[in-house]
C-alpha cells in the first residue's frame, strides 16, 4: 500500500534521515521505533507531504505521492495525527471531529462517521459539547485519533501518541488503534520512543537509529532481538 524507496528527508536541503526504504501492506500496523531525535517525525512529514524528500521516492496504491502537496496526500486517504495533537480548544469536541471531514461534503456520511468515531471513543460522546482544551491528554489524543477517522482514511499516520500520557493511558489508546486497525481494516503507521509497546502492537516494525532503519522484523521479533533488548529495553 505504502512504499517508501531510499528516502533522504530533513530540513533545508540537511538530510535527517538516510536512505529509508519501507513498506506497509494494507491493513497492517507497523510501528516505526527509535529514540527522541532519530527522525521519526521526520519520515511520517514526508510521508504527508509537509516536508519534499531531498531525495527518495514514496508511492501510495502505486502512485507516486512525494511531489503532491499535503492536502491532495489527505485526499488520497492519508491522515497525519501529528505529535502533541494541535485539537483545536476553544472549539467543542463535535467541531474538532467535524474539522476531520472537511473533505466530505455528504452530511449523512460525516454523520455516520461522526457516530462511528463516538462508538469508538465513548468517552468524546459524553464530553460532546465540551471545549477541546478542557479534555485530559489521554481525551486530546482520543480526540485527534477521531479527528483523523474523520478524513475515512486508508493509511493513519500516528505520530508519538504517548507524549505526556500516562502508562495505562498510553495502552489504553494503543489498544484502540489495534481495535481500529482491525475491525475497520484501517492501516496504520505508528512511530514511538515507547519502544516496547509499540513493538507488543504492531505486526511488524522497524528501527530508527540517527535517521537510519538498523532493524526490521515482527513485533515480536525485534523484541526478542539483541538491538532492541541492549538498545531499549535495558536488558
Ligand atoms: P522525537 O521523538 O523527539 O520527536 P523524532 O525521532 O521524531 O524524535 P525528528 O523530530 O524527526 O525526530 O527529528 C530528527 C532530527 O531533525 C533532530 O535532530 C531534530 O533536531 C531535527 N529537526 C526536527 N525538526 C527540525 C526543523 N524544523 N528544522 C531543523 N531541524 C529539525
Known sequence: MLRVKNLTTGY????VVFDVSLEINEAEFV???????????TILRTISGLLKPISGEIEFEGKQIHKLTAHEIVRLGIAHVPEGRHVFGKMSVRDNLLMGAYTLNDRAKVNRLLNEVFEIFPRLKERENQKAETLSGG????LAIGRALMAEPKLVLVDEMSLGLMPMM???VLETLKQINKEKGVTILLVEQKVQEALEMADRGYVLQTGRIVAHGTGKELLESD????AYLGM
Open 139 to 142: 481525551e486530546q489524543q482520543m
Open 12 to 15: 533545508d536541503g540537511v538530510p
Open 31 to 41: 510501528a516505526i521505533v527509535g529514540s527522541n531525535g532519530a527522525g521519526k517525525t
Open 170 to 172: 498510553v495502552d489504553k
Open 227 to 230: 538491538l532492541v533488548k541492549k
